[in-house]
């Protein structure tokens, strides 16, 4: 199990970029934390989620 946003999640296996594509983000819009460390955008597709990861995918909103 992965941890993501405080949620229990299985994904386990993917890629960063398979999992938020499959959870409806736009990779393009998100930050990604992987075990208190930023996942450079070139690499969501070559880094696997593992079992006991902890994730937070943060997400930028506008406004004024």
């Known amino acids: ?4 946003n405080g949620k ?3 994904a386990a296996g993917m890629t960063i970029l398979a999992y ?7 990779p ?5 934390e992987k075990n208190l460390e930023i ?4 690499s969501l597709n070559s880094t696997l989620l593992e ?3 902890s994730v937070e ?6 406004g004024g």
């Open 1 to 4: 199990m992965v941890t993501i």
């Open 8 to 10: 229990q999640e299985q």
């Open 20 to 26: 938020l594509q499959q959870a409806g983000y736009t």
């Open 28 to 32: 393009e819009r998100v930050v990604v």
């Open 39 to 42: 996942i450079p955008r070139e």
């Open 51 to 53: 079992d006991g990861d």
């Open 57 to 62: 995918v943060l997400r930028f909103v506008g």
